[in-house]
């Protein structure tokens, strides 16, 4: 009982006041009267919170309710149940000991809870690193009704949760591509300009499909205007290669690139999978870390799940030369490989040109690296004195850096994508998505 007493704030105002009318009572010797009464009072008022508050042993009842599994970058809901066996209603505060990931020291929350009756309180985490996160005890402090004294309740409820890239943003993007509305998200709906040669069936005619597809025999045996419907080819691999070195260490709200460059390959992949193709994965830094086979197995998506999961990394400077090496001998069949990289100078991309053209001799290669959006920051805001002049200039001469590098790419006829952190997931599926509508892979 000792340990689960508290006293407020409002006591050691009140046994203050009693302490200055003793003092003041040197003076005034009626005053000596008045402070005894008045502790007197605090300590009966003391003494009925403690029997109203103290009386029940299980008075309060906490449960934490949460998924085994937390969504990167994510707001992640979080509930506590509480009952409260009082037979009044009691003002409670709850401490939840969150995970150290968080560093949250002052999370509190106040409530109401009514006799017998079932509170649910809810919040939201977002994480900003995969790994697991533990969760430890609940603390509820029940306040008497004459708010003198409070009472807690440990509930000890030790969670693991695992904090996964984001998965949430990948169903999204799962069940728009399910359905065929993946425009909803942001990506464009790109004009076919010619045919895959893998055909689907024969349709009756509708106002748009394309005249030449005009099956003439089958509309000869129904009578009515047929024609030949074709899909995208299937089966094809498409590769995410994530660059795990210093260049990838960068964060933007909160999350490095890296974690973008992984949230954004899970979606990729899950879309290519849901278009037939086969997904794999390459992850690489001083050496080769990770190497899934592309495939399209039921199976697949959790294995790239998993393994985005698990990936760690020192941010050491990336070799594009071994990377290579693995792709030329392990990548057999020509792939769409999908790299996801940052270069912050043209010396830093004329560095790794000779192994990405290599690569590009025997894949369809497309880089994806990130705009600097502090630089944006920079040139939106105002020059009030010489030095932000200069400050601008430099930052101009980076961002123009970063489009020179777009061209320097394209010259040798691999194309790229230079976007925003937060725009990499619609960017990306929106290429993917042309490269096969014009079948370039």
């Not at 509170?119 to 985490?125: I, P, S």
């Not at 430890?136 to 030790?158: G, K, Q, T, Y």
């Amino acid at each position: 009982m000792i340990k689960s007493f508290y006293l407020n704030k409002v006591v050691y105002y009140i046994a203050g006041l009693a302490a200055v009318l003793f003092a003041l009572s040197y003076l005034i010797p009626a005053l000596y009267t008045a402070g005894e009464l008045l502790l007197v009072f605090l300590l009966v008022a003391i003494l009925f919170d403690v029997v109203l508050v103290f009386t029940k042993r299980n008075a309060v009842e906490a449960e934490r309710e949460l998924t085994e599994r937390f969504s990167i970058g994510d707001a992640n809901t979080v509930r506590i149940q509480l009952i409260s066996h009082y037979p009044f209603q009691v003002k409670a505060s709850i401490i939840d000991e969150l995970p150290a990931q968080f560093q949250e020291r002052n999370w509190i929350r106040k409530v109401l809870l009514n006799g017998e009756q079932l509170f649910t309180l809810e919040y939201q985490l977002r994480p900003e690193s995969r790994g697991e996160y533990i969760f430890h005890d609940i603390n509820v402090f029940v306040h008497a009704p004459l708010r003198l004294i409070r009472r807690r309740f440990i509930f000890s409820r030790e969670q693991v949760v695992k904090v996964y890239p984001s998965y949430m943003q990948m169903r999204r993007y799962q069940l728009l591509a399910v359905s065929n509305r993946l425009q909803e998200a942001g990506v464009k709906k790109i004009r076919k300009i010619g045919h895959s040669m893998e055909f689907e069936q024969i349709k009756e005619y509708v106002r748009g499909d394309d005249y030449r597809t005009i099956n003439w025999k089958a509309t000869a045996r129904k009578q009515d205007l047929m024609v030949n419907n074709y899909t995208d080819e299937r089966s094809q691999q498409i590769y995410c290669l994530i660059n795990k070195g210093r260049v990838m260490k960068m964060p933007f709200n909160g999350l490095t690139l890296l974690d973008y460059a992984i949230n954004a390959s899970l979606v990729l992949s899950n879309v290519a999978l849901v278009r037939q193709d086969k997904a794999g994965l390459i992850t690489f830094e001083k050496n080769l870390d990770t190497f899934l086979p592309a495939d399209k197995k039921p199976t697949q998506m959790n294995q790239v799940l998993e393994t985005l999961y698990k990936q760690k990394t020192e941010f050491l400077e990336a070799d594009f030369e071994k990377l290579f090496s693995v792709i030329r001998n392990r990548i057999t069949n020509r792939s769409l490989l999908v790299l996801f990289t940052n270069f912050e100078s043209m010396e830093s991309l004329q560095r790794e040109m000779p192994a990405l053209k290599r690569i590009a001799k025997y894949h369809l290669l497309l880089v994806v690296f990130f705009e600097n959006t502090e630089l944006k920051t920079v040139l939106d805001s105002k020059s009030h004195v010489l030095e932000d002049i200069y400050i601008k200039t430099i930052a101009e001469k980076f961002v123009y850096e970063k489009k020179l590098m777009v061209k320097e790419l394209h010259k040798y006829g691999i194309p790229s994508i230079l976007t925003s952190p937060e725009g990499l997931t619609v960017n990306t599926v929106n290429k993917y998505l042309e490269l096969k509508t014009r079948m370039s892979i």
